[in-house]
DNA sequence: AAGTATACGTGGTCTGACCACTAGATGGGG
DNA sequence: CCCCATCTAGTGGTCAGACCACGTATACTT
């Protein structure tokens, strides 16, 4: 369980956070629990506590764990938004890197888009109808139903990282706009790639090329 | 410049990571440019080495700083953050589901193509299909340079993630195809959408539908 | 039994020490 | 004069120990 002591060219921290991802991993821990305290891993890990604290501090950073001064460190819900508002702050201010998100997060909606009209899943489609008719809602909400209809988990993930980003760039949100998100559903009902592409584009405002 | 006295809550190597943000913008650094050694820090900011040294390594693991030893550290190209990278390590752990990888991986190969279709930067076509016809190449090379002329830099993270992953599920290599890869880039030429994606599914043996 | 006080474990921070490495200054030999 | 080996100062990398602040569980008092 100690960390090897040839780590050539490989810093501490670094083989501390593996060693982390794999005792989460083999312990099979899930958000909320709480994880050994940082002396523990110094002895369990034959590593400095200040190693540790680095390893630690990093994770907290990116949001994939909590600390709570006299308690411990507990693992995180991944779709946390820590990292984000700090990349918002730091990175993202290059004009092409925003463009990036922008586009990435349309394709990958309209991807998802396909794979629900793949999937075909009337019984699914017709509560769709029914949530969007009888709920307010907002373009989130709305896509992360879409997201979560396309039942691909790769994809439900990319997303939420790019919606989150999205919220970082300050970019104008959509308001709502009932009609447009009833005539995707309805595209969708009636299993037309051509018909939802459209529906889409309408939305985004965007041309249908 | 030194850091309030009064972080009640706060901890001092967020503080830390907020100033050297401060210091980032102020003083007009880019990527390249060295920030101040850890020793420098500590004084300038009135706090120990160790939370100056948590702070930079947790950008450090974020991709946003480069460190050196014996040299220094230094402000690195965010665009070629390992962000995407590392939620990916952390976040597909427990989503090894293959399929989600294979249908992520191709939907992704598609939006690249569309992305391409988009952009109709005929020359650099003109280029892949030189190349095409002159080299030997494998699947990965030539979706590599796809995904490159798609010219989005999430793309491309995202995707050379995936295929890492398709590789490590060590499903069947495609094997090489000539015919069908110049049929793509020739579709590509042609700016017919539909044509691009009967195209690319041919090589993946998928159903049009 | 309830409330309070104490002890313990936890993360948070600082200090000082040492190592490994790099680059630039130094100095000697050609 | 130049070139190369050497030394040195500065940098990041790591560890150990000390304290503090905070939360909790325990034991004690009432």
Redesign the pocket.
Known sequence: MS?EPV?RG????L?IVKQLRNMIEQDGLTPGDK??????L?ERL??????V??A??ALELLGLIE???????FIRDFRSNQLVQLLGTFVLQDTKAKQDVIETKYLIELDCLRLILRRNNEKQLEELKDWIESCEFTDDQFFIKIVELADNHLFYRIWSILNDYYDALKLPKMERKDPFYSSIVQALRGGNEADVLRAYYSLRKLSND
């Open positions: 960390i780590e490989s810093k501490v921290y083989e994880i050994p305290s940082e002396r523990e110094c034959n590593v400095g506590r200040s190693s604290r680095e630690l501090r600390t709570r001064r006299g308690e411990g460190t």
